[in-house]
């Protein structure tokens, strides 16, 4: 199934402050393969959005956006002093928080209400009231833009 690709796309609502603006191509992907077929496509440059929190756009963006919306959230693997979750990058961080701790996974708590998601947190290393992301952050599986090619880190 192809991508659905938005041509002057108002980015508007995809960002916290607001501005009027514009992508010149918008597409939303869900899975891997949504990804391989995006970063094929002609249209440059190529920027990956989140939430949109961390950004601030002063003009019209003159290429594609990559709106990451990887969902899901699974208990992988928990003892009686840790767990390991799978997330998808593109739930928020307080989706996330609240889960965890519906699932009774405490350590989190702190880092409630950060804006954002979770593809982004660990570039941008959230903390608050004494909770690091760095702390608790195991891997995360990402998608090289240029090459294809999956990378763990």
């Not at 992301?133 to 240029?146: E, H, K, N, P, R």
């Amino acid at each position: 199934m192809a991508l659905d690709v938005y041509h002057d796309f108002s980015l508007e609502d995809y960002h916290t402050f607001g501005a009027k603006v514009r992508a010149k191509a918008f597409v939303r992907v869900r899975e891997q393969k949504d990804v391989l077929e995006a970063i094929h496509m002609e249209v440059q440059p190529k920027m990956v959005l989140g939430g949109g929190s961390n950004l601030l756009f002063t003009h019209d963006f003159e290429g594609l956006i990559i709106h990451n919306q990887f969902d899901g959230m699974e208990v992988l693997y928990t003892d009686e002093s840790s767990a390991v979750i799978e997330v998808g990058g593109g739930v928020t961080w307080h989706e996330l928080v609240l889960w965890c701790l519906d699932q009774d996974l405490g350590g989190l708590e702190n880092l409630s209400l950060i804006p954002g998601t979770v593809g982004a947190a660990p570039i941008q290393n959230i903390g608050a009231y004494g909770v690091e992301l760095a702390d608790v952050f195991d891997s995360l599986d990402a998608i090289d833009l240029t090459t294809g090619a999956r990378r763990t880190f």
